[in-house]
């Protein structure tokens, strides 16, 4: 009998360290987050450190394991992967919504929405959340918004576009169909294309002339072939993480709560790395040889006029119901 109570106590001995391990193995939370940046790119260094910080304030209990490069999922697989809980977040450029939520173009259209003091306010802003809203209704819910660019550059071989009048037939990257209203106004002929197939298409002659922002002028060697560039406020583009809304309400409320915070301390970071960023790319483009024009106050009004009221139309015929909304919430702020 004696023996018996030394093994069931020796047995409990033996099983009682096991329970904290398995504690530990059910709280323990896998977040992937797929996006279409290089390593190289802000966003990817940023969502680094966001994963980072979660797993040092959860002490190890979160693991948010981030694939750039489209390493997880195509940048058109991202949403219906999220949405079926396939894998639990993703990162989307607002335009890249296209016709599936209209409304996510608003931040991009041209003369709308570039100035700083107002780009800051946005995250939080009851803009941000309207449009956080209609994600909602899409099966994912936003977790931050991480300013992308402000600047566009148009850049071309032959001779500058300074004027409205210098896009006359020039064939031109466009960004999406409802941004080409503005190209097409000025009477260009855009064609758009995934910024990666832009080089080769401008080397072959292709296209004529280029649309990027100025960091992505950088990355992707427009110095290398294409003379000029015309540097101006045209658009403003916001990528957003959002994630599977059924795997965020499984979790703990403190486990929520750090991911949330850090998502937030993402936002601040992304605004200064990115100005950060563009300066050094204007800077970059001139040293490299490009022959840069930074448009005065005249053009860029002369642009607005010609170029804005074509895309914001077209808008509010893709957005009949939520677009005059989204507008008159962000130029709001």
């Given at each position: 009998?004696?023996?018996?109570h030394?093994?069931?106590?020796?047995?409990?001995?033996?099983?009682?360290?096991?329970?904290?391990?398995l504690?530990?193995?059910?709280?323990?939370?896998?977040?992937?987050?797929?996006?279409?940046?290089?390593p190289?790119?802000?966003?990817?260094g940023?969502?680094?450190?966001?994963?980072e910080?979660?797993?040092?304030?959860?002490q190890?209990?979160?693991?948010?394991?981030?694939?750039?490069?489209?390493?997880?999922?195509?940048?058109?697989?991202?949403?219906?992967?999220?949405?079926?809980?396939?894998?639990?977040?993703?990162?989307?450029?607002?335009?890249?919504?296209?016709?599936?939520?209209?409304?996510?173009?608003?931040?991009?259209?041209?003369?709308?929405?570039?100035?700083?003091?107002?780009?800051?306010?946005?995250?939080?802003?009851?803009?941000?959340?309207?449009?956080?809203?209609l994600?909602?209704?899409?099966?994912?819910?936003n977790?931050?918004?991480?300013?992308?660019?402000?600047?566009?550059?148009?850049?071309?071989?032959r001779k500058p576009?300074?004027?409205?009048?210098?896009?006359k037939?020039?064939?031109?990257?466009?960004l999406?169909?409802?941004?080409?209203?503005?190209?097409?106004?000025?009477?260009?002929?855009p064609?758009?294309?995934?910024?990666?197939?832009?080089?080769?298409?401008?080397?072959s002659?292709?296209?004529?002339?280029?649309?990027?922002?100025?960091s992505?002028?950088?990355?992707?060697?427009?110095?290398?072939?294409q003379?000029?560039?015309?540097?101006?406020?045209?658009?403003?583009?916001?990528t957003?993480?959002?994630?599977?809304?059924?795997?965020?309400?499984?979790?703990s409320?403190?486990?929520?709560?750090?991911?949330?915070?850090?998502?937030?301390q993402?936002?601040?970071?992304?605004?200064?790395?990115t100005?950060e960023?563009?300066a050094k790319?204007l800077?970059e483009?001139?040293?490299?040889?490009?022959?840069?024009?930074?448009?005065?106050?005249?053009e860029r009004?002369a642009w607005?006029?010609?170029?804005?009221?074509?895309?914001?139309?077209?808008?509010?015929?893709?957005?009949?119901?939520?677009?005059a909304?989204?507008?008159?919430?962000?130029?709001?702020?």
């Open positions: 009998m004696q023996r018996r030394l093994l069931l106590a020796a047995t409990a001995g033996l099983a009682a360290p096991a329970l904290p391990r504690a530990r193995a059910q709280a323990a939370v896998t977040m992937r987050l797929s996006h279409q940046f290089p190289s790119h802000q966003h990817a940023i969502l680094v450190a966001f994963a910080r979660v797993k040092a304030r959860s190890g209990a979160i693991d948010v394991q981030v694939f750039p490069a489209e390493q997880l999922a195509k940048a058109g697989e991202n949403f219906p992967g999220v949405a079926r809980g396939a894998f639990e977040a993703a990162a989307a450029v607002n335009f890249q919504w296209g016709n599936t939520l209209p409304e996510m173009n608003v931040i991009t259209l041209p003369y709308l929405f570039t100035e700083l003091e107002r780009i800051r306010k946005f995250p939080g802003s009851p803009a941000a959340q309207y449009l956080e809203g994600l909602q209704k899409r099966a994912v819910r977790l931050m918004w991480l300013y992308t660019t402000r600047q566009a550059i148009f850049t071309s071989g576009l300074v004027t409205t009048d210098d896009f037939g020039v064939k031109i990257r466009g999406n169909a409802l941004t080409d209203h503005a190209l097409t106004a000025v009477g260009a002929a064609s758009s294309m995934p910024g990666p197939e832009v080089p080769q298409a401008l080397q002659g292709v296209l004529d002339a280029g649309l990027t922002d100025v992505a002028a950088v990355s992707r060697r427009f110095y290398e072939f003379k000029f560039g015309t540097v101006t406020p045209w658009f403003c583009v916001f957003h993480v959002y994630v599977n809304p059924r795997w965020f309400d499984r979790l409320p403190e486990h929520r709560a750090i991911i949330t915070e850090s998502a937030a993402a936002e601040r970071d992304q605004i200064p790395l100005e960023v563009a790319a800077a483009l001139k040293a490299r040889g490009m022959t840069v024009h930074e448009q005065t106050e005249a009004a607005s006029a010609a170029m804005q009221k074509p895309v914001v139309d077209a808008f509010l015929k893709l957005a009949p119901e939520g677009g909304r989204a507008i008159e919430l962000l130029r709001a702020l």
